[in-house]
């Protein structure tokens, strides 16, 4: 990579983030591919043309929790110590707690630029929730409870967006994107952005600040909940669609809020653009908790065996002392080992651990997909993917078909494959790469590719463009 002077000059940065971003639409052209958008989109289109940019690899598990933790606190998630939005809060079988800001025990960019006596605004940043004080001003995100509590730091600042918004409440999320009204999903990702763009112009105009931070999760929405209607590779793609513009006319809407944003700015702002991972098309889900069922590594009680419709895995009574294995459902699969010493009713004996994981490991990578065919899965250790493990990790964690499945954690489908989620309509699924875009209105680069940025280099990145030493505990690189 291209390194800076070891001595920067401090500068303000602005950080764009686009949650679930992927790089084919905003690096390509529609020429190039069938989902590129970069033609239509001319101010991200001005902003890669003079700066450098890349794709840029996601922690893995490449979700929104832990992602942006990770990449805003240079710390992997075997460190941040918490794998998803829902952890195992101890060896036991049921217990679990989500990833709240209480889970996070490693300084963020916006910690360490308190200290300094820099000035933060952020707008969006996943786990912000409970409210912590920072030197500047917090909107939090889209683990928010309510907005009818406090929301923002200091607490005043809700009143100002109140005022912002004309009485109109702010939206931290879509209450549902996972539906089937599709126009009214479209209504609401719509106004939920022009209800945090108003706010944002309003902080970068009234708001003292030397970083800020914005993450719009509007993009995340509406790729879930809109993909096949606009990705003629989609497996339920129907050409002609009414629905065949709707994704790219939110890029293209994104775009020009930008474009006001970038005219707001000094030449003494960098900005960056990034996302805390892609996306594709999702071509199904598969039955982990049924498969392990019928390997004869998942027991349940006789009597608990559905025998129509969907049933969380929550639901039905497991027979642990013959259970060997379980799993979780979502974007990646966790899979837990049911060891003697460690769970309440351990099978597996302790000497026999990484045998028997070792061989889970291979059973899985070994699933074909519906043809007969490989399915490409990839099952990580996790003390093969992080600096340290802390907490209660997954044993394994699984990428169906290199996430081109989805894990489905319930049972009751009539075969191991699916084309549908079971916890609501959704067309795509996450990729391992987001994307990384840097601009100096000050040096044009000429639109500069880099490769092999991770996610865990923008902290760094921040820190020496902002003139502050890159605290030596960052497990991320300085880019540019």
Same mark, same amino acid.
């Given at each position: 990579?291209?390194?800076?002077?070891?001595?920067?000059?401090?500068?303000?940065?602005?950080?764009?983030g686009l949650d679930c971003a992927p790089?084919?639409?905003?690096?390509?052209?529609?020429?190039?591919?069938?989902?590129?958008?970069?033609?239509?989109?001319?101010?991200?289109?001005?902003?890669?043309?003079?700066?450098?940019?890349?794709?840029?690899?996601?922690?893995?598990?490449?979700?929104?929790?832990?992602?942006?933790?990770?990449?805003?606190?240079?710390?992997?998630?075997?460190?941040?110590?918490f794998y998803g939005f829902r952890n195992?809060?101890?060896?036991?079988?049921?217990?679990?707690?989500?990833?709240?800001?209480?889970?996070?025990?490693?300084?963020?960019?916006?910690?360490?630029?308190?200290?300094?006596?820099?000035?933060?605004?952020?707008?969006?940043?996943?786990?912000?929730?409970?409210?912590?004080?920072?030197?500047?001003?917090?909107?939090?995100?889209?683990?928010?409870?309510?907005?009818?509590?406090?929301?923002?730091?200091?607490?005043?600042?809700?009143?100002?967006?109140?005022?912002?918004?004309?009485?109109?409440?702010?939206?931290?999320?879509?209450?549902?994107?996972?539906?089937?009204?599709?126009?009214?999903?479209?209504?609401?990702?719509?106004?939920?952005?022009?209800?945090?763009?108003?706010?944002?112009?309003?902080?970068?105009?009234?708001?003292?600040?030397?970083?800020?931070?914005?993450?719009?999760?509007?993009?995340?929405?509406?790729?879930?909940?809109?993909?096949?209607?606009?990705?003629?590779?989609?497996?339920?793609? +129907? $050409?002609?669609?009414?629905?065949?513009? #709707?994704?790219?006319?939110?890029? *293209?809407?994104?775009?020009? %809020?930008?474009? @006001?944003?970038?005219?707001?700015?000094?030449?003494?702002?960098?900005?960056?653009?990034?996302?805390?991972?892609?996306?594709?098309?999702?071509?199904?889900?598969?039955?982990?908790?049924?498969?392990?069922?019928?390997?004869?590594?998942?027991?349940?009680?006789?009597?608990?065996?559905?025998?129509?419709?969907?049933?969380?895995?929550?639901?039905?009574?497991?027979?642990?002392?013959?259970?060997?294995?379980?799993?979780?459902?979502?974007?990646?699969?966790?899979?837990?080992?049911?060891?003697?010493?460690? +769970? $309440?009713?351990?099978?597996?004996?302790? #000497?026999?651990?990484?045998?028997? *994981?070792?061989?889970?490991? %291979?059973?899985? @990578?070994?699933?074909?997909?519906?043809?007969?065919?490989?399915?490409?899965?990839?099952?990580?250790?996790?003390?093969?993917?992080?600096?340290?493990?802390?907490?209660?990790?997954?044993?394994?964690?699984?990428?169906?078909?290199?996430?081109?499945?989805?894990?489905?954690?319930?049972?009751?489908?009539?075969?191991?494959?699916?084309?549908?989620?079971?916890?609501?309509?959704?067309?795509?699924?996450?990729?391992?790469?987001?994307?990384?875009?840097?601009?100096?209105?000050?040096?044009?680069?000429?639109?500069?590719?880099?490769?092999?940025?991770?996610?865990?280099?923008?902290?760094?990145?921040?820190?020496?463009?902002?003139?502050?030493?890159?605290?030596?505990?960052?497990?991320?690189?300085?880019?540019?």
């Amino acid at each position: 990579m291209l390194k800076l002077f070891s001595r920067q000059k401090s500068r303000k940065v602005l950080v764009v983030g686009l949650d679930c971003a992927p790089p084919p639409v905003l690096f390509q052209t529609g020429a190039e591919s069938r989902i590129g958008l970069k033609d239509q989109l001319p101010n991200l289109s001005r902003l890669i043309d003079e700066g450098l940019y890349g794709p840029l690899s996601s922690s893995i598990p490449c979700i929104t929790v832990p992602a942006w933790t990770s990449m805003l606190s240079s710390k992997d998630p075997g460190v941040l110590g918490f794998y998803g939005f829902r952890n195992r809060a101890d060896h036991s079988y049921d217990r679990m707690t989500i990833a709240t800001a209480d889970a996070i025990h490693e300084k963020r960019v916006w910690d360490i630029l308190s200290a300094a006596d820099k000035t933060s605004v952020v707008v969006g940043v996943p786990q912000t929730y409970p409210i912590r004080p920072l030197r500047g001003n917090l909107v939090s995100s889209f683990l928010t409870p309510s907005t009818q509590r406090q929301y923002t730091f200091p607490n005043e600042l809700r009143h100002e967006i109140d005022q912002v918004l004309a009485g109109r409440i702010y939206d931290v999320d879509v209450p549902q994107f996972r539906t089937e009204d599709k126009d009214h999903l479209l209504r609401q990702i719509q106004e939920m952005t022009e209800k945090r763009f108003a706010v944002i112009k309003y902080l970068l105009r009234e708001k003292p600040w030397d970083f800020f931070m914005f993450v719009e999760i509007g993009l995340d929405r509406i790729h879930h909940g809109m993909w096949k209607f606009w990705d003629p590779a989609h497996a339920r793609h +129907e $050409p002609g669609n009414r629905y065949q513009d #709707a994704i790219p006319a939110y890029y *293209r809407y994104l775009d020009r %809020e930008l474009g @006001e944003i970038l005219g707001m700015l000094d030449d003494d702002t960098v900005v960056m653009v990034v996302s805390d991972h892609g996306a594709q098309a999702m071509e199904g889900g598969f039955a982990v908790n049924e498969w392990l069922r019928q390997e004869g590594l998942l027991v349940l009680k006789e009597d608990e065996m559905p025998h129509e419709g969907l049933v969380p895995f929550e639901k039905v009574e497991v027979d642990w002392e013959r259970t060997t294995a379980w799993g979780a459902g979502g974007y990646y699969s966790r899979i837990f080992m049911n060891v003697q010493g460690r +769970e $309440p009713q351990g099978k597996i004996p302790a #000497a026999r651990y990484e045998q028997a *994981r070792d061989e889970l490991k %291979e059973r899985i @990578e070994a699933i074909p997909d519906p043809a007969g065919e490989p399915m490409g899965s990839v099952a990580f250790k996790p003390q093969e993917l992080y600096r340290e493990v802390r907490n209660v990790a997954p044993d394994l964690l699984v990428y169906f078909g290199n996430l081109r499945w989805r894990a489905v954690g319930s049972f009751g489908l009539p075969q191991l494959y699916t084309t549908e989620n079971d916890t609501g309509p959704d067309d795509a699924n996450h990729d391992q790469d987001g994307v990384l875009i840097l601009w100096d209105p000050r040096r044009n680069y000429g639109g500069r590719t880099v490769a092999g940025m991770q996610l865990m280099d923008v902290a760094p990145t921040v820190l020496q463009w902002m003139g502050l030493r890159v605290p030596p505990d960052m497990q991320g690189q300085v880019i540019a």
